[in-house]
């Protein structure tokens, strides 16, 4: 039975794979196993892999050393530090009943735990505790973190190529053009000394890489993926829209005829039909969807909200200031300074007086999606249509019959009338 030692980082990422930590954390265990370092066996296959309580299901070897301790495979578990083992209450108390049943010691930088030894069960206890509660108020920080900077309108996450100091997004997007393929952008982008953000990492170029920034800058020269299934860009208004009366298909889009300059939507079924059983007409132009679609679309365009601009932005500030207020509360009472009561009231406090700024927010997003630009690109007008409707059904003569809407004009006007309200303070 050889002694074992759990090692483990909760993040990893292609520009900080964590090879310091690893090598720092595999020399101090094996200092502690003292004369066992040598035969000391490293689990490290959770590298990367968050402690959280909910998220230990994904630790399979944490699950696996317990599965280990409890059938007399080890003599001795090792970590560099308690919270490697101790960083939820439930899990922690699982692993350390195991060791207590098999007779295993449990060694950190903290001390040494032994089995059936009360004070060191408490002390294990205690810092699991003190670890889950760490863990849990710097997921709040991060959760408010992102709402602040989501308000604010700032990216949230990794920033895209071109956002940084020395990255070119146009030039890429130009080696693209010249080229003419996403490959041939790899080569021309080599060939002009472009280097991409993680060069010195040991990362090229890379055709996916390519087609992101293209998407994001110049999304009119992308390529349309003609497999089945691939997630593309709308080539027409209706795309993925149209359902066919006769058999509930979605209709896909032809080529633009000569005569009307617009495409035209057919049934799939009966394009490939070899008996001639489908019903005509199964295709049509969108020269006739489109008056029908913008006098439906206009049902939505009649509301009039109202709001004051620096009210908006002022509750913008104070929503921000009131997630801001609600941490500190959590860490006064996490440090001792409050009791439970009083954090229940401040905190009780705090969403009352937020719920009301949210509902100010929320008039100025609900009057953005009002309107449609038609004149607007094809893949534009298309994501705006398909946040208003889930499909438009066509009747057997293959004009529109209905909409289906994700949320009805009645809906909205009711809601319009709510808003405007509290916006004008009625």
């Not at 617009?262 to 049509?284: L, Q």
């Not at 009649?302 to 921000?320: H, I, M, P, Y």
Request: charged residues 30%; positive net charge; contains cysteine.
């Amino acid at each position: 039975m050889p002694p074992v030692a759990y090692i483990r980082r909760s993040a990893r990422s292609r520009s900080d794979p964590g090879d310091v930590s690893r090598e720092f954390q595999t020399e101090k265990v094996r200092e502690l196993a003292g004369a066992d370092g040598d035969r000391l066996r490293i689990i490290d296959q959770d590298w990367g892999r968050s402690a959280a309580t909910d998220k230990t299901d994904k630790r399979l070897a944490f699950l696996g050393l317990i599965d280990d301790v409890e059938a007399g495979r080890v003599n001795a578990l090792y970590a560099y530090s308690t919270d490697r083992l101790a960083r939820s209450v439930e899990w922690a108390a699982r692993l350390l009943n195991a060791c207590r049943r098999a007779r295993v010691p449990i060694v950190t930088s903290e001390g040494r735990f032994e089995p059936d030894n009360a004070m060191t069960d408490q002390l294990f206890y205690f810092q699991a505790m003190q670890n889950e509660g760490y863990s849990r108020q710097a997921s709040d920080k991060r959760r408010a973190t992102v709402a602040i900077q989501k308000a604010r309108g700032q990216v949230i996450g990794r920033k895209p190529y071109g956002a940084m100091p020395g990255e070119d997004a146009a030039a890429v997007v130009q080696a693209f053009k010249d080229a003419g393929s996403y490959i041939g952008a790899v080569r021309l982008l080599n060939e002009r000394g472009i280097s991409p953000r993680m060069a010195d990492h040991g990362f090229g170029w890379a055709p996916p890489t390519i087609r992101r920034v293209v998407l994001r800058e110049a999304p009119d020269l992308v390529p349309v993926r003609p497999q089945r299934g691939a997630r593309t860009l709308a080539t027409s208004r209706f795309s993925r829209l149209l359902v066919c009366a006769h058999d509930g298909s979605i209709l896909t889009t032809q080529p633009r005829t000569k005569e009307s300059g617009a495409p035209s939507y057919i049934c799939r079924v009966a394009r490939f039909e070899r008996n001639g059983k489908h019903p005509r007409p199964y295709i049509v132009s969108e020269s006739f969807i489109l008056p029908w679609a913008q006098r439906e679309a206009a049902r939505i365009q009649r509301l009039d909200v109202t709001w004051d601009e620096a009210s908006r932005q002022a509750s913008e500030e104070r929503v921000a200031n009131l997630n801001a207020k609600r941490m500190r509360w959590l860490e006064m009472y996490a440090e001792g300074d409050i009791d439970k009561e009083t954090r229940d009231r401040k905190l009780g406090e705090v969403e009352a007086e937020r719920e009301g700024l949210e509902t100010i927010r929320r008039v100025r997003t609900f009057t953005l999606r009002q309107g449609i630009d038609w004149a607007a690109p094809a893949a534009t007008v298309n994501a705006r249509l398909r946040e208003l409707w889930k499909a438009v059904i066509l009747g057997p003569d293959m004009r529109p019959v209905r909409a289906e809407w994700v949320v009805t004009p009645e809906e909205l006007e009711a809601e319009d009338i709510a808003l405007n309200a509290i916006a004008t303070g009625a």
